[in-house]
């Protein structure tokens, strides 16, 4: 089982990223996947979550309006779009994936079974 995160990269306030993770070794369309970061010194955080079928979505209150999660089943792929980035979403973000019921999105990472890499983003003029 594989995820591996891609897309990071040095961006100015204001800016967008489409980050990517691309998944191997398991049938994803069984599974929830999550979107977490983590800033230095920080625990890791939720920041959006989608179910199996893509069509429930969560957000963390701080992203709201502002990324969108979507994935793409046939293609093993889940992206998370990032507008209007600021400085505090500076962070390395994970993809994650956990079995669910079909409606369910996991928030808690603990729950979640296999992890990517990581990508670092980083938001500064």
């Known amino acids: 089982v594989q995820l591996q995160a891609s897309g990071g990269g040095l961006v100015q306030p204001g800016g967008s990223l489409r980050l990517s993770c691309v998944t191997s070794?398991?049938?994803?369309?069984?599974?929830?996947i999550g979107w977490f970061r983590q800033a230095p010194g920080k625990e890791r955080e939720f920041v959006a979550g989608?179910?199996?079928?893509?069509?429930?979505?969560n957000y963390a209150d701080s992203v709201k309006g502002r990324f969108i999660i979507s994935r793409a089943n046939t293609e093993n792929m889940v992206y998370l779009q990032m507008n209007s980035l600021q400085p505090e979403d500076t962070a390395v973000y994970y993809c994650?994936?956990?079995?669910?019921?079909?409606?369910?999105?996991?928030?808690?990472?603990?729950?979640?079974?296999?992890w990517g890499q990581g990508t670092l983003v980083t938001v500064s003029s």
């Open positions: 070794g398991f049938s994803l369309e069984n599974y929830a």
């Open positions: 989608i179910n199996r079928a893509g069509v429930r979505k």
């Open positions: 994650a994936a956990t079995i669910r019921p079909y409606g369910q999105i996991a928030t808690a990472r603990t729950v979640y079974d296999y």
